[in-house]
């Protein structure tokens, strides 16, 4: 069966330090994987998503960055984070062609302090 | 733009009644639909979903409704139980125009406390 992994659970990182989050999905091949950020009190955000390898598609213009150097691991990162980063991450995956939806990761809470 | 809106970010139900929860969407090319229940710190769980073919489906205590000619679905859950208590996205695809591989679009969320 599928499972999808995301760590860590909790973060807690000053501002102006780098950020490093990450996904791996088990079980499936080449799926499209998601970055969502759910900030306090908002809805889910789609931040990034890929459909394969090396292929990164940006929804918002944003001080983050993801990558996919693997075809079951999705990365996200910043160089720099900012207060406005803090929330609450999560990473999905969706297998290809009419999947009927997506399988979520436990989440990761980030505070900026 | 948002194209899929839950207008109501919370709503308060006794237990063992109905809970109704809504969604509306403006873009007519979405024909597949899903509800994911959320608890706090944790990713959101797979609830329910319908396809445009059709207008209700059910799955125990849960039941989607879509009204394609309003762009309005609902959520019903009967009876309310104090573990539904948690946050419920209505999301909404285009598997036409996708093919059913890219993302889906989710709406803001609805709070949904049952009170014992």
């Known amino acids: 069966s599928q499972t999808i992994h995301q760590w860590p659970a909790t973060l807690v990182q000053p501002v102006g330090s780098p950020l490093s989050l990450e996904c791996t999905v088990e079980?499936?091949?080449?799926?499209?994987l998601y970055w969502y950020r759910q900030a306090a009190g908002r809805g889910l955000q789609l931040l990034f998503y890929?459909?394969?390898?090396?292929?990164i598609s940006s929804e918002v213009p944003q001080n983050l960055s993801a990558s996919r150097p693997q075809d079951r691991q999705f990365i996200l990162s910043s160089k720099k984070l900012l207060l406005s980063d803090s929330g609450f991450y999560l990473c999905?995956?969706?297998?290809?062609?009419?999947?009927?939806?997506?399988?979520f990761g436990s989440g990761t809470r980030l505070t900026v302090v | 733009d948002q194209q899929v809106k839950q207008n109501s970010p919370s709503l308060s139900v006794q237990e063992g009644r109905i809970s109704i929860l809504n969604c509306d969407y403006t873009n007519s090319m979405f024909d597949y639909f899903l509800w994911y229940k959320k608890y706090p710190a944790e990713g959101p769980t797979f609830l329910i979903s319908?396809?445009?073919?059709?207008d209700k489906n059910e799955d125990g205590r849960f039941t989607v409704f879509l009204n394609k000619s309003a762009k309005h679905l609902s959520l019903h859950i009967v009876p309310s139980q104090p573990g539904d208590s948690a946050v419920y996205f209505c999301a909404a695809d285009s598997r036409i125009s996708n093919f059913g591989n890219e993302k889906l679009t989710f709406g803001t969320g609805t709070r949904l406390t049952i009170i014992p």
């Open positions: 890929s459909v394969g390898i090396g292929q």
């Open positions: 319908i396809s445009s073919i059709k």
């Open positions: 079980g499936t091949s080449n799926p499209n």
């Open positions: 999905a995956w969706r297998g290809q062609f009419f999947s009927p939806g997506y399988t």
